[in-house]
């Protein structure tokens, strides 16, 4: 190995070593994907999902077993995108200071990657009640959170249990009326879904009232020592990202039917690429990274969007 080859290999394994000392001090605390969705490798260009929307109630057995009719669902698609991002040093800024340089390349990089993962993360949610998709197509043709939501089930009434888009404002009381309308939602052929809420995601302008709704015991809102039943029942998740869109919109949310729903599918995980270019002798840095994500049901979520 010859003395370029020996420089770009001490950058290559430098870079490497940074990336995960920063990736571990990132990852403290979990990150947001791995909070809302479920993480799905993937070999394919796209992932395929075909919805099925459940059979009916057993009917009583007199001696002839009775067949019921699958019906399907919807169709949804995930396409994954490429994320990239390169940066380039002069000679003259690190020859002679080669390691400090490095390590500031390298962790913006792997902040940066962190950053994005965790920004688009949000936005599924952020933007819910919109029909542009970032990844995902749908066979539906409604956005996540919506008053419109459909079946394909031939007589099954929309008219109740297939709207999860409100726009009242969070209080206790909204909340708990939100909760009785999601324990009315139904699946595709209109039986109820059994949802049950127990998490509260939003703006970190509402996390205050949030943790006082959920975490006050008696009192709440009022002189009475009354007893708050809400309290203990969800949990608190909230996002600066979630800023960005709206400081009001608010969303509950079961986790159980999330994490049924909800999918993160990478591709390729980050790749981390190090060089000195021939001709200029600039020590150059990039990292690549192949996710997408998308939801193939909508009962594990109610969206306030509030003016």
């Avoid at 000392?21 to 809302?36: F, G, N, Q, R, Y």
């Avoid at 260009?45 to 009719?69: H, S």
């Avoid at 962190?114 to 933007?127: L, V």
Wanted: charged share 20%.
């Amino acid at each position: 190995m010859n003395n370029s080859s020996r420089f770009q290999e001490l950058v290559r394994q430098g870079f490497k070593k940074i990336y995960d000392e920063t990736i571990k001090e990132l990852h403290a605390v979990s990150p947001l994907k791995d909070k809302l969705y479920t993480t799905e490798n993937s070999t394919k260009a796209y992932e395929e999902y075909y919805g099925v929307n459940g059979l009916g109630d057993l009917q009583k057995f007199n001696g002839v077993l009775q067949y019921a009719e699958n019906s399907p669902g919807y169709y949804t698609k995930i396409e994954p995108a490429q994320f990239a991002l390169g940066v380039e040093t002069e000679k003259k800024f690190y020859m002679n200071n080669l390691y400090p340089v490095l390590k500031s390349q390298a962790k913006a990089l792997t902040n940066s990657s962190h950053r994005t993962k965790e920004k688009y993360a949000i936005s599924g949610y952020a933007n819910m009640n919109s029909t542009a998709f970032d990844f995902m197509t749908s066979e539906e043709g409604v956005a996540i959170a919506s008053s419109s939501h459909t079946t394909k089930a031939p007589g099954v009434a929309t008219t109740y249990g297939f709207d999860n888009l409100g726009t009242t404002a969070f209080s206790p009381t909204a909340l708990e009326a939100t909760r009785i309308i999601m324990r009315g939602f139904r699946n595709g052929i209109g039986e109820r879904c059994n949802v049950s809420p127990n998490m509260l995601l939003g703006p970190t302008t509402l996390e205050q009232r949030f943790l006082e709704t959920t975490q006050t015991k008696a009192g709440l809102d009022t002189a009475y020592q009354n007893v708050n039943t809400l309290a203990g029942k969800y949990s608190v998740l909230t996002s600066d990202y979630f800023n960005d869109t709206s400081t009001k919109n608010w969303f509950l949310i079961d986790t159980a039917l999330m994490k049924e729903f909800a999918k993160w599918v990478v591709r390729e995980e980050d790749q981390l690429a190090s060089t000195v270019d021939f001709e200029t002798f600039n020590m150059k840095n990039s990292i690549i990274n192949y996710f997408g994500y998308g939801f193939t049901g909508w009962q594990f979520v109610y969206m306030h969007q509030v003016s």
